[in-house]
Structures are given as C-alpha cells and as structure tokens.
C-alpha cells in the first residue's frame, strides 16, 4: 500500500504542474464557428468513446476524465466493470501528455467450467450442486524415479485434487480416483504415496512446464474438461472417480486475456494498472486531415512474484505482465463536413509474460500473446452540445503466446452520445455491443466425435478393455455458451479549454487614390498613314498605381473594373490595354479586397481616347518609265509600248496612254499598248502613258518613250523605154509583172507620154498583154503622162511600195 500511496503522490504532483502552468501557455484559438467538441477516449487521449481522432488538446488545456464502462468478454461469458480514471494535457499545440488509471474493477464469470483458473489446486466449483475440484488435463506429475506418463497429459478426475494454495510446488496432487492401499506417486515416479505438484521446468522464451498443475503445453493453467463418461461396464462402479474418463476436453489451456489467471466467480480490485503516453499530432493544427501517433506505457500493480498479488490476479484485477507493457497506435481523423468526422486506428501492444517466484527460481507461468488493434469511428457534431458517436474496434492476438483453446478476438459496437453543456466540461453516454461472443451461433453445425479407448492395468481383475464413444453437434457438451453481449458506458469529463476565436468584424480596406500615366490616349495614324505633328504613337497602354489602406494590416487583393479594354498584371500596379478601342472617354474603377469583398471605398478615374488629326499619307514614290519596240518598225507595223513601275507602295494604279503619231490599236487602260506605225511621213511613234496615284503624293506621274519608224518609201522605177517594136515592150512588161509578183504588196504603176494616139496605142497594148500573161489587172495603173520632152512616145514602169506616193508624170 505504500508504494501505492507513492505513485499516486508522484502523479497528483505532476497534474498539479500542469495545472498551475496554463496562464504561460501561447493559445492557438480555435474558432467559435466549429461545434465539435474535444473530449477523452476512456483509457487515453483525444478521441472518441475508445477510438482516438486526429487531434490532439492545444497548449495548456487539460481533462479530467471518469467513467463506469460495462463490458463482456469471451471465453467464460465475462462482465467486466471498470471505473477509468483519466487525465489528458496539452504540452503544445501538437503534443498531448495523458494518464490513466483502472480505479475499480469488478469481474462476473457466468461460465466458469470455461477458464481454465477455475481448474488450478486452490480453486472450487459447484458442479452438480457440489462444490468441489474440476476436472481437468495436466501434465503428469514427475517425481525422482521414471513414471510412466513422464512429460504427458494425463487426466485429473473431479474432486481428486486437495485444495492447496499458491505456489502449489510441493502440494499433493491428489488420489488420482485410486483407494488405499493404493496410491497415485508410484505411477508418476515417487516411491510412496501420492503424486506432489513441480517443481517447474523452463522451456526457453515461452511459459515454463508445471507437471501436476499445468497443461502439456506449458504455462500454470491445465486443459479443461467439459463432460466425462463412467469407464467400467457395470453400473454400479461408476460412482467413483478412478471410473470415470473424459469425453470433451482441451489439452491446452482456456483463459481470458484481460484476466488470464481469474478463478473468482465474482471479483473486484482497484487500481491495478497506471498508463502513462504521448500523442503527437503530425500534420498542421487547421489542417481538416489529423494523422497522430499515440504511444503508451502500461505498467501494472499486482505480479505473481508472491502471494498477495498471486491473489489479486486470481481475482481478476489485470494481466499481471512482469514488464508493463508498450503500445503505439497511429491514429488519423478527416472532417468530412462541418457536422461529421471520420476517426481510425492501427496499433499494436508489446505485451510482457506473467512471471512468479518459486522454490527453484523464477518461471513464465504465461506468455501472454500481443495485440493487433483497429478502430473506426464517425462522430457528428449536429451543433456545439451534441454528438452522436457511432464505433468499430477488434483487437486480434498475435505473435508467439500460450495457446488458448477457446481463443476469443473481440469485435465491439460502440454507439452513443456525448452533451456539452459546455465545451470545457460534458458527458458521455453509449451502448457496447461485443458482436462475436461465443455464443451457440458461433459453433459450426458439425458433428464431432471422439472415442476413448478404456484399457484395464496391471494387477487388477474383472476388466473388460473397451471403447466410450462421444457424438455431438454444435456447441461441445459442457461448455456453457456467452447470452449477454450487452454493455453501457458513462463517462463525465471536465477541464480546461482555450476561448475559441470569436468572429471577427473586419474592417473594410478603402481605396484612397488612383494615378494613371495618362489621360488622353491619341491613338496613332491607320497602316500606311503618319502624324505631320509626331504627336500621335501607337502606343495603347496606361499605367495605372493604387493606394490603399487597411486599418488591419490584412493582405490585400487588387480589383479593376473598365469600362473597355483590358488590366494586364495584378496587384497596385497594374497597365490598362486600351488598344481596339474608339475614341470615346472611359473609366476604370479601382477597389480592395481583404477578404470581406469590396466592402470598402473605390476610386474612379476616367480616360479620353482620341484620334489623330494630322496623319497624312506615306509616301513611298515608285519609278515608272516606258519600253517601246527595238529597232526600227516598219510604217503601218505594229509597236508595242510597257509602262514599269518599280518599287513604292502605291496600289491600284490606272493608265492612260497617247500617242503622237500612229493609233493605239489595244491596251488601253492597262500597262501596256499596241500601237499601228504611221504610214505618213512621221519618222518615229512617240507613247506617253499618264498613271493615277495619290494625289496626296507628289510623285512622277508621266513617262514616255519614243521609237522609230522606217522612211516612207518613193516609187521604184523600174524601166523606161522609148519606141521600140512592140515585142521588146512585151519583154520588157514581162520582166515588170516578174518584179511585181517578187513584191506582192507593192502596186504597178506605169505612165505613158507622147500623143493620144501612141499613148492610147500603148495602153492597148499594155492591156492586151496584161490579159494575155493573166496578171492581176488591179496591181497596174496607167497614167498618161502627156507628150514628152524630146516628142516620141515613152513609157516609164514603176513598182509602188507600200506607204510610197504614186510618181508624178
């Protein structure tokens, strides 16, 4: 008790620290807005009823928390009610300190025949209306000689085994059934009398052997036995112990892991246990995902080292490990909304092995299994007064351990209700429900059967060697099934919490001036076109600066509004595009946001876009000149003239041509003619061509080209002759017609002179001579010339090329 009262001292020392340390704390408000609530789990930190959440308490908060949980357990149809005490901490925003302790602890077995502490030397049970020893499986005793069940599972009948107490080594084994003058020791190896329990034996990392208490799996707790059968053949020799043989039984050991060495139909301890841990909260503190890491150590009151606490474990106070043991659970909660949280847990507990004092030394008498642990929870904070908690936890046992026959892994139904009358202090109310209780639904429908085969031994007579034959279906005979899965659990807690952050009326940022670059914004001249004055660019941007005050310091956000174009950038300074736009004025409206919206003053400046008044044309001059014909075109040919305009930018050209001498016989309007050479006497063909350009442009606009054109041709005289006889004159006209047919465009010409009479002699015999040779007549033109100079008769002959005048006679 005093080291008891020590411990207690030590921790209400410690909680009063905590306690006076609160007014140094640097709070981290939550806000007033958020209804849910924070509150301990039963047996640790921050959490739900027994799920832990995300979070964790903030700097210098702390709870008080008690509890009546009512719980059951498998196997032996157990209810266990404990009053938790707890208290929870806030080192820091994120890391929470907890302690807790079982207060009281009260433990009903309603199926006794179950748990295998029912079956140990100094336990009773009422079988049949007697209170007595169970029967059971041990590991046969094992004195100084050889026995012949050395090292094997034997069976103790019922009411066999005297009532000796804790540590059993050296205690009677009891009669084994046998009648003096027979005794039970010469059959495990003693020389007289009855069999004696131990001494223990180790076997490595696992629970010791303990022959004559133990199973033959090791550990201190034996098999069970459910339902025996008479041995013999007659009747009336059933009635004792020797003659009975087991017909449902367990070779290794049944116990609860809670309370693995419990003997007591009903027991009650207090404080059998202090847990003490960390949680730590990983992510941020307003962030709505919390993933923790809580991490525990359980160190227990009561060891089988010596009688007293032998005893407290008998009656059920706790596991009784040497060590404690260790747990780390990750933990990690979401805020599916504003009134719904999602929690969930994973952990795992490092569980430590009951060891006693004996005689010989110190031995395992259990090697309790590890814990595999899982949660997951959803609670709704509906407002900040309520919140309905729904849960699903199961803890699987792992890892090397001694076997436990009817080895149960709970999985409890938690739902309930916690009330805040305030956030600080509230109370928890919930229904626990263990939904794989070993109950008749639990057993398959399989029929089992078992045979024990009933050997007679030595020295004895009247014995008939024979089998006991046991069939059932279902729940095995004897074994009395879990009906009360129900429990409850009450919890108050109250505390310190950190005042929540109220909501805060934000002041509005105003808007206190705007200055824009420019005002007038003279757009610049159209493609082509350019300012006489240089005053008008083509520059379409305005800088825009704001100022803007908040009376709370608050990160601002920048907002415009135009009224056309476009805010290129962000923040105070920004440049307005007002380029597409017409000319016309206007504005732009500057405003704040500090996260209420613009709730405050803006300011309005506006802007004139003009146009400009003095772009006049670019102009950029072309050269334009005229080509005409090579050489020399022969009168009434044809010459072909080209304007060329190279380089400038003017578009759309039109041409008008004229000429000085000759006509244009095509191209008229375009950049190029065709004229027909004079047939006069002009000497050359002169083209001028007249193009139309801007007249905003002081460029050439007229060019010309000259060509030449052949002399105009005179009549070729071809021959001239006197009077001569008339056959030479026919020669002679035969070599003219000759010259006329070499020269199909040239006409004939002759003239002839002398009096009428030779000149009309003449003609008639040119055209005689004419039809004779079938000239064409209309090439040849008779002229009378009248009479000559020297008075005879003459002819002259001449070819007229084209263009050529006729001679005169």
Known sequence: ?????????????????????????????????????????????????????????????????????????????????????????????????????????????????????????????????????????????????????ENTAIFRPQGTQPFVQFPYVGGSSGTFGLSLPFTSGPLFGFPVGNATMGPPVASGNGAGAFPGIGSVYGSILPGVVLQTACSGTIASSCGSPAATVPTVFTLAPSYLPDA???????????????????????????????????????????????????????????????????????????????????????????????????????????????????????????????QPIFELTSKKYVGGRTPNAFENNPIDGIAGLRIFPRRWFGIGLAYRYHANEQDADSFDETTVSSAINVVCGPNTTACTPHTVTTSYTGIPPGFQASSDPHGYIIQFFAGRRNPRQAEVVNLAANVTAVALSDTVVTLGCQPGYHSTSGACTDSTSVNIATTAADPENDVLTYNYTVSGGRIVGSGANVAWDVSGLAPGTYTVTAGVDDGCGLCGKTQTQTITVAQCADCVLDCNCGTLSVTGPAGVTDRGGSMVFTA????????????????????????????????????????????????????????????????????RPEAVLVDEFGKIPNDDIRSRLDSFFTELSNQPNNQGYIINYGTDKEIAAREHLITNHIAFRNFDRSRITLIRGGTSADGEPRTKLYRIPPGAADPAP
Request: a negative charge; proline letters at 6%.
């Open 1 to 149: 008790m005093m080291k008891l009262a020590y411990r207690v001292c030590i921790v209400t020392l410690i909680l009063m620290t905590f306690v006076f340390a609160v007014s140094a704390q640097d709070e981290h408000l939550r806000s007033a807005k958020d209804d849910r609530n924070t509150a301990p789990t039963l047996n640790g930190p921050t959490g739900l009823f027994t799920v832990y959440d995300g979070d964790t308490l903030r700097r210098g908060e702390f709870t008080f928390s008690v509890a009546y949980s009512n719980r059951d357990r498998d196997p032996g149809n157990v209810d266990i009610v404990e009053i938790p005490l707890a208290f929870q901490y806030g080192l820091t925003n994120r890391i929470e300190l907890f302690f807790n302790t079982e207060a009281y602890r009260a433990i009903k077995v309603n199926s006794p025949r179950n748990l295998s502490g029912f079956y140990l030397p100094n336990s009773r049970i009422n079988i049949d209306g007697v209170v007595t020893s169970a029967p059971a499986i041990i590991l046969a005793p094992s004195g100084p000689g050889t026995g012949a069940y």
């Open 260 to 386: 693995p060495l419990l003997n007591r139909t009903y027991g009650e301890s207090s404080f059998n246990h202090f847990v003490g841990g960390a949680k730590f909260r990983f992510t941020g503190i307003d962030n709505p995902i919390g993933v923790a890491l809580i991490a525990q150590y359980k160190w227990f009151t009561d060891h089988a080292s010596d009688f007293s606490g032998f005893n407290q474990l008998q009656r059920g106070a706790s596991p009784g490990g040497n060590s404690g043991d260790v747990e780390l659970t990750l933990a990690a909660g979401a805020r599916l909304a504003r009134w719904a949280n999602l929690s969930a847990n994973i952990g795992y507990t490092w569980t430590s092995g009951i060891k006693a004092d004996f005689p010989s030394g110190s031995f395992t008498i259990l090697d309790r299994g590890s814990e595999f642990n899982a949660g997951i929870g959803l609670d709704f904070p509906v407002n900040k007064y309520f």
């Open 644 to 711: 060329n305009m190279s380089g400038g930018s003017a578009q759309n050209i039109t041409y008008n041509w004229s000429v000085d001498a000759g006509t244009i016989a095509s191209g008229q309007g375009t950049p190029s003619i065709t004229v027909t050479a004079p047939s006069d006497g002009a000497s050359s063909v002169r083209a001028t061509v007249n193009v139309g350009l801007d007249v905003d442009c002081n460029c050439p606009k007229e060019a010309s080209e000259s060509a030449p054109v052949a002399p």
